[in-house]
């Protein structure tokens, strides 16, 4: 199971590298849009729908490697109360009732909505803005993906600590 574990946490530390290079360029889009707008008296939709695309991409791929890395919210005024033991059970019960039900609860309902918007090759509703509205949608089952292979990593691990 460990090799299995290695490779989910290093698909989701692969992803999350490279979807941070998002943040970057959204930082450069957004700084052209202002120069444009303000200094140019120009707009640009596609290049403003550009960033939400990249920002909506980044939330969604970037799920798991932030499972992995520990940065979801958690409840820290009862964690740290808690020995390593109990942080433990804490995790493989949330592990069981709420990640992996609501990863495959978000999986097989957006299904649906991505298969309708892939057979009307939904684009934006903004005049001018970008097509591909569609491929924005493909990352919701995706992103419950890689939160349902990360939360097995996680629970996995937190099994073996409570083997111990």
């Known amino acids: 199971m460990e090799k299995i574990e290695t490779m989910i946490d290093q698909l989701s530390g ?21 120069v444009m707008r303000y200094f140019l008296n120009l707009g640009s939709i596609p290049l403003q729908e550009t960033i939400v695309y990249l920002h909506g991409s980044l939330i969604m791929l970037s ?7 520990n940065g979801h919210v958690r409840v820290d005024v009862v964690n740290r109360n808690l020995t390593e033991r109990q942080r433990h059970w804490v995790e493989v019960l949330g592990w069981i009732f709420f990640l992996l039900p609501v990863s495959l ?17 939904e684009s934006s509703g903004a005049p001018g803005g970008l097509p591909g509205v569609f491929v ?3 990352f919701i089952p995706v992103m419950a993906v890689l939160l349902f292979l990360q939360g097995l990593s996680q629970g996995s691990k937190a099994i073996r600590a409570l083997r111990r």
């Open 14 to 34: 692969t992803i999350g590298r490279f979807v941070s290079w998002f943040i970057f360029l959204m930082m450069l889009i957004t700084a052209l849009v202002v």
């Open 136 to 138: 924005l949608k493909t």
């Open 63 to 69: 799920i798991g490697y932030t499972l992995k890395m």
């Open 105 to 121: 609860f978000l999986f097989i309902t957006s299904l649906p909505y991505v298969a309708f918007s892939w057979s009307v090759l």
